[in-house]
């Protein structure tokens, strides 16, 4: 910024814990306030998402309650390094993957009242297959992938299927709820899982491997593999039709896996 006195920056240092406003010039005096949490979530978002104005918009809309339990996850020392608030997710070569876990992202509703996978689960469909396609290990993938291998005559395909009520209406499987399935279904199998890539939509990413994580998997994305990160407009599940409306959704969700 700069006065007709002198000229002045605006240094935010997020390790430091402090917003530094220093000046260059004999009249204007050099101050230091401390970085509110809110500032700080905003600049490493900024950096992850590479959107400085949607980061602002995320943390904006998240309200108090919310910003303290992400506070006690991670204290704001910690917000500029912390993998918790990673939106790029942690790599592993493709030759040591034991095992493959795909993570659904939204669906749509077919004329007749149906689910239908969506552009977006084929796209994951097809990445999945490509990599199977290379390095042959078991895959565990959610109804809406699952199906859609089966069907093209990929092997050795576990379906993470929805939980269906008392009333007979099926239960929303939520991230964690398809981690622990796949656990609870290789258990019983006997299978090791082995080292677990992880394929998912590219913003649902890092919270599928810290989920897989919390669940007691050793999982991160394969090398190479190029994540489908274009939003479905149409999506039957409404926090998955855009950027603006999940990311929120994401954060909030990745409280439990800490």
Not at 73 to 83: C, G, I, M, T, W
Not at 89 to 102: E, I, K, Q
Not at 186 to 209: K, M, N, Q, S, W
Request: with cysteine; proline share 5%.
């Amino acid at each position: 910024m700069y006065n007709r006195r002198g000229v002045s920056f605006l240094a935010l240092t997020l390790g430091l814990g402090v917003v530094a406003v220093a000046t260059l010039g004999a009249t204007a005096p050099s101050t230091t306030a401390p970085v509110s949490y809110r500032d700080a979530l905003v600049a490493r978002l900024a950096a992850e998402y590479r959107d400085p104005s949607l980061a602002a918009t995320v943390v904006t809309g998240l309200n108090d309650d919310l910003i303290a339990k992400l506070e006690a996850k991670v204290p704001r020392a910690e917000v500029v390094s912390s993998p918790f608030l990673a939106y790029r997710p942690p790599r592993v070569a493709g030759g040591r993957v034991g095992s493959v876990l795909v993570f659904a992202f939204g669906n749509r509703t077919a004329a007749d009242g149906s689910l239908v996978p969506g552009p977006t689960n084929e796209a994951l469909a097809k990445v999945t297959r490509g990599f199977v396609a290379k390095h042959h290990v078991p895959v565990y993938a959610q109804t809406e992938i699952a199906r859609i291998l089966i069907a093209e005559g990929v092997k050795d395909v576990v379906s993470i299927d929805p939980v269906i009520g008392a009333d007979g209406k099926v239960v929303y499987l939520s991230t964690a709820g398809v981690a622990a399935q796949v656990v609870d279904k290789a258990r019983a199998a006997g299978h090791e899982l082995g080292t677990v890539g992880v394929i998912g939509f590219a913003d649902h990413a890092v919270r599928c491997v810290l989920t897989a994580r919390a669940a007691g998997m050793t999982a991160a994305v394969p090398k190479g593999v190029v994540l489908p990160a274009t939003y479905d407009a149409q999506s039957s599940q409404s926090w998955t039709r855009s950027r603006a409306v999940y990311l929120p959704t994401d954060l909030i969700g990745r409280i439990t896996t800490l």
